[in-house]
């Protein structure tokens, strides 16, 4: 089983709807969970970070993390074009220690 | 907004050269790392570095890899005798040593083929 699973998708969705991205993980040693935007051959980008379970908000992005299940979500309202991208989970076990990551899932918003 | 820059953006080399690839993390931060990416797959971790040493690495870093901080700025991934399976994206990142969350902070990434 691979420590960190992500449906690589591809996602399409129509400008203004919510997307849900979801991640499993097997290894209970992670506390830490991320979100990276990427677009194409670029660095991931740093978009919401969690510590272990319960929810985060940030504008139009919320992160989800139950640790009960070892699932992760991310959703995006009201999404743009803008948000087509790659988006990638990450965990860790500790604070600084080196991040785990899904394989991405590719997310296209239409006009 | 402070950020992590790399250089060169793309490195081409021929299979059995040395090449070396240079980060200049945030200001301040204190933890280092290098991650890479091969075309169409996960990002994957290759080393950590805190305190002028290696904290972590992975079976990728083997004895072809090293990593130095040879001044107060640079962060440099070097691979000695490059093979083909190493052309691939390798990412820079640093984080504070100050947040108690993970927020590592990525370069724009290194491009290396190695023909």
């Known amino acids: 089983q691979k420590e960190v699973e992500q449906d690589p998708g591809p996602l399409s969705v129509p400008e203004g709807a919510i997307v849900s991205l979801n991640c499993t993980y097997s290894?209970?040693?992670?506390?830490?969970f991320m979100w990276y935007r990427q677009y194409s051959r670029k660095g991931p980008e740093l978009l919401m970070y969690?510590?272990?379970?319960g929810n985060k908000e940030d504008g139009r992005f919320t992160a989800q993390v139950d640790k009960s299940s070892k699932y992760i979500s991310l959703f995006i309202r009201d999404s743009q074009p803008s948000d087509s991208a790659t988006y990638l989970c990450?965990?860790?076990?500790?604070?600084?220690?080196?991040?785990?990551f899904g394989q991405g899932t590719i997310l296209t918003v239409h006009p | 907004e402070p950020e992590v820059t790399q250089t060169p953006s793309h490195q081409v080399t021929q299979m059995g050269q040395e090449v070396i690839l240079r980060c200049v993390p945030i200001?301040?931060?204190?933890?280092f790392y290098w991650y890479r990416q091969i075309l169409g797959q996960k990002v994957e971790f290759l080393v950590s570095?805190?305190?002028?040493?290696?904290?972590?690495k992975s079976e990728i870093f083997d004895d072809q890899f090293s990593v130095e901080r040879p001044d107060g700025s640079n962060f440099t991934l070097k691979i000695r005798s490059t093979k083909l399976e190493d052309s691939a994206m390798y990412f820079c990142?640093?984080?504070?040593?100050?947040?108690?969350?993970?927020?590592?902070?990525f370069g724009p990434g290194t491009r290396l083929t190695v023909l």
């Open positions: 990142a640093s984080k504070d040593g100050i947040t108690s969350y993970n927020e590592q902070f």
């Open positions: 290894n209970s040693a992670f506390q830490y």
């Open positions: 969690t510590y272990s379970s």
């Open positions: 990450a965990m860790s076990a500790s604070s600084y220690g080196k991040l785990t």
């Open positions: 200001s301040n931060h204190l933890y």
């Open positions: 570095f805190y305190n002028n040493e290696i904290s972590e």
